[in-house]
């Protein structure tokens, strides 16, 4: 019984990760899109809590759908409604790149679903006792990817400038105008 309302809770969480996933590039309002994504956050979460990496699923919602999405939303809040936000309308180079991205995804899903039906995937994850614990994504994220923590972080501060700059250009031009 226990297994089944696992597998029952999964198939909830991955549905809801997926409807929420559609959402966030589905609406064209900025706003929902952003809490589309807590959504997404919180049912990766959860995931994550079936998976039994309890820390990164606490630091999933404390961080991401606490700290980050509600700094994006205050953006998102200060900047929206107007035509000239940068998510205002897109070119058709942007349509193109979109149905390109989700092209390649589709790709990505079926070869993976080809190569496990044909039994070419391993079905034995290799995951230690230590998996998800926070000694082990420190060693990680000092060790192995270091690179990439880096990137993020630098990404990260970026778009935090980024927004303080729109808001700032936006505010020079409410007061011209």
């Not at 226990?2 to 609406?27: D, E, K, P, Q, S």
């Not at 952003?34 to 961080?63: H, P, T």
């Not at 039906?117 to 079905?123: F, T, Y």
């Amino acid at each position: 019984m226990g297994n089944f309302l696992v597998w029952v809770i999964w198939i909830v969480a991955a549905l809801a990760c997926l409807g929420t996933g559609m959402a966030v590039v589905g609406f064209t309002n900025p706003f929902y899109s952003a809490l589309s994504l807590i959504g997404n956050l919180a049912s990766l979460a959860v995931l994550y809590l079936l998976a039994s990496a309890e820390f990164v699923a606490a630091a999933q919602i404390l961080v991401y759908a606490g700290a980050v999405m509600v700094m994006f939303l205050f953006v998102i809040a200060y900047l929206g409604g107007r035509a000239d936000a940068p998510w205002a309308g897109g070119g058709r180079w942007l349509q193109l790149a979109a149905l390109v991205a989700g092209a390649a995804l589709l790709v990505e899903v079926v070869v993976a679903l080809l190569l496990k039906a044909g039994g070419r995937l391993s079905d034995e994850a290799a995951v230690s006792g230590s998996f998800g614990s926070p000694a082990e994504i420190g060693k990680l994220f000092l060790t192995d990817h270091l690179l990439a923590f880096e990137i993020t972080s630098i990404v990260l501060l970026v778009a935090a400038v980024g927004g303080v700059v729109l808001g700032m250009r936006s505010d020079a031009e409410g007061e011209r105008s």
